[in-house]
């Protein structure tokens, strides 16, 4: 490995030890390699430009603007009330509701972060209220936001989509197979835990009730289905469909629900301004790194490197799940993105496997990451709402780790999860 490459890693890792926020380490980081290179400063500029200079990367800001236009509109109460009436009597009925809203909702957030933070104080306290044991309830918030990034919209898949140059609606039809299956999985387990426990359900309020509240929430379930409607029945890009998002959520908010006021406008765009600036921040700051590993062939030697371990994909697959388990550890999954899909992806088409397949499965492993520790975005926004410490949700959340890790395994050797709707529509 030459001197760059070497510096490039090792100062990258000495400032994330330090604990300086990713991308401000991944912008120090390819700055020492310019600094002590031939190559001008003003690659620096010019490369971070280069990042930001894609159409479908517009999307990112309009799906960040939709999801909390639509929280703010109303929307994620009447999609809770909606599962509380399909599952909330069910023996640890308030925990499944949890689950089944952030599946809900991921369809309109695009971020599992937003997922948490708009079903948490819903649900949290309501859950303490009938004597679910703290640490769990907040274990429980976090992981129903998990699915935020894998059940379409989903920020992480355009930026994958965008590095990788595959479609982006393809991937998002290959996110409802996993996202239904870990949505169910959790809910599975929070199932036997509260049998276990003791933490009984609502009472049944029939199905009047059920479609008295589906019919409240109609306008929120509609959205995805205009979403991937629109682009696949030819009508609208990508981008165009997180623009159509935004314009469908204000008039939800202000003319249907009525919950939104002009006055919350500037309130909702400095929120949505702020989340697109660090997924924006970090996109640049990967872009110039990934520039700099590209140009100095690691993908070419890294592809060689695996191949000559092996030419099994199935063996492959397994070696990158473990990169990407321990890399979302540390990473959040738009970083990782950005960095390690330059590097993988020529590996993986090398071996022949669908780059849409593998998105979806970087994607998916990447989502594990938001509720492990030690920086598990998730995890700080549910310590947050349930005041505890990182140190007790991270004893609580074993059980869902254990269960979505087993589900990684299950999608990642039954490739039809994600590609069955991809392949049905082309």
Request: aromatic fraction near 10%.
């Given at each position: 490995m030459s001197f760059t490459i070497s510096l490039?890693?090792?100062?990258?890792?000495?400032?994330?030890?330090?604990?300086?926020?990713?991308?401000?380490?991944?912008?120090?980081?390819?700055?020492?390699?310019?600094?002590?290179?031939?190559?001008?400063?003003?690659?620096?500029?010019?490369?971070?430009?280069?990042?930001?200079?894609?159409?479908?990367?517009?999307?990112?800001?309009?799906?960040?603007?939709?999801?909390?236009?639509?929280?703010?509109?109303?929307?994620?109460?009447?999609?809770?009330?909606?599962?509380?009436?399909?599952?909330?009597?069910?023996?640890?009925?308030?925990?499944?509701?949890?689950?089944?809203?952030?599946?809900?909702?991921?369809?309109?957030?695009?971020?599992?972060?937003?997922?948490?933070?708009?079903?948490?104080?819903?649900?949290?306290?309501?859950?303490?209220?009938?004597?679910?044991?703290?640490?769990?309830?907040?274990?429980?918030?976090?992981?129903?936001?998990?699915?935020?990034?894998?059940?379409?919209?989903?920020?992480?898949?355009?930026?994958?989509?965008?590095?990788?140059?595959?479609?982006?609606?393809?991937?998002?039809?290959?996110?409802?197979?996993?996202?239904?299956?870990?949505?169910?999985?959790?809910?599975?387990?929070?199932?036997?835990?509260?049998?276990?426990?003791?933490?009984?359900?609502?009472?049944?309020?029939?199905?009047?009730?059920?479609?008295?509240?589906?019919?409240?929430?109609?306008?929120?379930?509609?959205?995805?289905?205009?979403?991937?409607?629109?682009?696949?029945?030819?009508?609208?890009?990508?981008?165009?469909?997180?623009?159509?998002?935004?314009?469908?959520?204000?008039?939800?908010?202000?003319?249907?629900?009525k919950e939104l006021k002009i006055s919350d406008l500037p309130k909702i765009v400095e929120d949505s301004v702020k989340s697109t600036a660090v997924v924006m921040f970090i996109m640049d700051a990967a872009g110039l790194f990934s520039w700099i590993i590209t140009s100095h062939q690691v993908p070419v030697i890294l592809a060689n490197y695996f191949v000559s371990l092996t030419n099994n994909p199935t063996t492959i697959l397994m070696l990158i799940n473990i990169l990407l388990l321990i890399v979302g550890c540390f990473l959040n999954a738009s970083a990782a993105i950005t960095i390690l899909a330059p590097i993988l992806v020529p590996v993986v088409t090398q071996m022949g496997i669908d780059p849409v397949f593998f998105g979806v499965l970087m994607t998916v492993n990447l989502a594990i990451g938001t509720i492990t520790p030690p920086v598990g975005v998730d995890l700080f926004v549910a310590t947050t709402i349930a005041n505890i410490s990182l140190e007790r949700i991270s004893k609580a959340i074993v059980g869902f780790l254990i269960v979505l890790i087993i589900d990684l395994i299950i999608v990642t050797y039954v490739p039809d999860i994600i590609m069955w709707l991809p392949n049905m529509v082309k």
């Amino acid at each position: 490995m030459s001197f760059t490459i070497s510096l490039l890693f090792i100062s990258f890792a000495v400032f994330l030890i330090l604990n300086i926020p990713i991308a401000v380490a991944l912008g120090l980081a390819t700055s020492a390699v310019v600094l002590t290179s031939d190559l001008p400063l003003t690659l620096v500029v010019q490369r971070i430009f280069a990042s930001n200079d894609n159409f479908p990367l517009m999307a990112i800001p309009f799906f960040m603007l939709a999801g909390t236009i639509m929280t703010r509109g109303g929307v994620s109460k009447r999609l809770v009330a909606f599962a509380d009436s399909l599952v909330g009597w069910l023996t640890g009925g308030l925990g499944i509701v949890a689950t089944l809203a952030g599946m809900f909702f991921a369809a309109i957030s695009g971020s599992s972060a937003a997922t948490t933070a708009a079903i948490g104080p819903i649900l949290f306290p309501e859950m303490e209220k009938r004597g679910y044991n703290r640490d769990f309830a907040a274990a429980i918030v976090a992981a129903a936001g998990e699915t935020g990034i894998i059940i379409p919209p989903s920020v992480t898949m355009v930026v994958y989509g965008v590095i990788a140059g595959v479609s982006i609606g393809d991937l998002f039809l290959g996110g409802f197979g996993p996202g239904i299956l870990m949505g169910l999985s959790m809910a599975a387990l929070i199932y036997f835990v509260s049998k276990k426990y003791n933490y009984g359900g609502t009472k049944w309020a029939g199905f009047s009730n059920v479609w008295k509240t589906f019919v409240q929430s109609i306008w929120g379930l509609l959205m995805p289905v205009i979403i991937l409607g629109g682009i696949y029945g030819g009508i609208f890009t990508p981008t165009e469909a997180a623009a159509v998002a935004v314009v469908y959520g204000l008039f939800v908010g202000f003319f249907i629900y009525k919950e939104l006021k002009i006055s919350d406008l500037p309130k909702i765009v400095e929120d949505s301004v702020k989340s697109t600036a660090v997924v924006m921040f970090i996109m640049d700051a990967a872009g110039l790194f990934s520039w700099i590993i590209t140009s100095h062939q690691v993908p070419v030697i890294l592809a060689n490197y695996f191949v000559s371990l092996t030419n099994n994909p199935t063996t492959i697959l397994m070696l990158i799940n473990i990169l990407l388990l321990i890399v979302g550890c540390f990473l959040n999954a738009s970083a990782a993105i950005t960095i390690l899909a330059p590097i993988l992806v020529p590996v993986v088409t090398q071996m022949g496997i669908d780059p849409v397949f593998f998105g979806v499965l970087m994607t998916v492993n990447l989502a594990i990451g938001t509720i492990t520790p030690p920086v598990g975005v998730d995890l700080f926004v549910a310590t947050t709402i349930a005041n505890i410490s990182l140190e007790r949700i991270s004893k609580a959340i074993v059980g869902f780790l254990i269960v979505l890790i087993i589900d990684l395994i299950i999608v990642t050797y039954v490739p039809d999860i994600i590609m069955w709707l991809p392949n049905m529509v082309k």
